[in-house]
C-alpha cells in the first residue's frame, strides 16, 4: 500500500486526484492527512508476510506499483460510463498488444468464459440469455482440448455449458471436429505435454473455421508473449493481470478479433441476465490494469530480470553455505518464467522436514513464505520481494537450515 509520506510526495503527478483536490499542495497535504491512518492488517490480525514463494492468487498474486494504487484512487473520484472506459482502455490495450481489441476481465479465468461465450453467442441477444443452456438454441456445444492440457482451467470452458472433447493426435483432432465444435482451445504452460503445437492447431482450426483461444495465464515474462499468440493468429488470447504484470489481483485481458471481444461483452457486466454478470471489473481496476500492462511493456526486463537473478544469488549463496545443502538456479520455460531457486539438502546432514521448515519461516518475525516441494526440496523466486527482502530471506533461511545441522 502507498503510505502518506508517498502519497503527498506523488500527488502533483496525479492529474486526476489533483484536479479533484486543487492546485495548492496545502489542500493536497490535507487530504493525504485525512487518508485513513489504520492499518487494517494490524487491527484484523491478519498475517502479513515476505513473499519468497511467487505469485500465488492464495498469496494475493503480486503487489501493485504505486502508478497502478495512484491510478485506483485517481479514478475513484470520479463516476464514469462502464462500458466507455472498457472501449477507449480496450483501444489502448489492443494496439499495445497487436490485438485487433481487447477486454479487461476478473481475472484470466473469466476471460476465458467470456470468450468462449462470445464464440458462441456472436451478437445475438437471445442466444447471450440463454447461457449456459445451449440445447436448442442453434449454438455449438463442444470445445476440443489436447488431454495434457486438461488442467483444473478447462471448468471456465464448462461454465458455458460447452462439453470438453480430449484428443491427444492430430488424427483425433480431425476425427473430433463437427458441426457442433466451437472452439479449439490451447493452453501455454501445458505446451510440452501435448503432440500439437501452438500453429498446428491455429492452423487445422482455420482449415474447419473454428475459433481458437489460448491460455497464456502466467506466460509472462517474456514479455513478447503479450502479442506473440496475436501474432500467431489465436482469435483470442487471455492473461492474468495481477501475476507478473503487477495490476490488480482481480483482473485480466481478453484479447483478440474484434467482433469476438464485442460479442464477448454482450456477457459482461453492466448487461444482467448473462453469465458473465458476476464477474464485474470496476473502473479502478480497468484503469488499473491499463497502467500496469503499460508500465510492463515499456520497462527494462533485463534489468529487472538482472535484479531477481542478484536477488536469488543472495539468497542461494547463504543457504549453500550450510553443509549438506545443495542450491540449483534454473527459470521455468513455461509459466512462471523468472530465476528460481531449488534448495534441496541430504536428510542425514540437515534434519529438517521442509514442512517444519515452511511453519518456522512463517512463523518467524518478519514472516516469510516459501514453496515447499517433494521431501527436502523447496522452491524460492524473487520477483515478489521488495528491495532488502532478499537479505532477510537469505538470513533466516540460513538460520533454519543451519539449526538443523546433525
Ligand atoms: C492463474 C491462471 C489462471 C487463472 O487466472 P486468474 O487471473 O487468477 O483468473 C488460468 N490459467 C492458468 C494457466 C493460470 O496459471
Redesign the pocket.
Known sequence: MINRRDLIKHLSAVPLLGGFLGQGSAEAATFAAKLPARNLAKELGIRTFINAAGTY?AMTGSLMQDEVVETIQGAAQNFMMLDEVQTKVGEKIAALTHAESAVVTA????ALTLGLAGVLTGMDPKKVEALPHLEGTGMKSEVIIQKGHNIG?SHALTNTGCTIIQVETVEELEKAINEKTALLWF?H?QSDKGQIKHEQWVEIAKKHGIATMI?M??DVPPVENLWRFNDMGFDLVCV????AMRGPQSA?ILMGKKHLIDAARLSMPPRGSTIGRGMKVNKEEILGMYVALEKFVKMDHKKEWKMWEDRAATIGNAAKSVAGVNVETFAPEL?NHTPTLRISWDAAKVSLPVKLLQENLRKGDPSIEIMPGENNTLTITTWCLKPGEEKIVATRLKEELSKAVV
Open positions: 492468487t481475472g484470466c479465468f473469466s482451467y493452453l504452460i491460455d495465464a502466467a492474468s493481470g495481477g501475476k485480466g509459466g
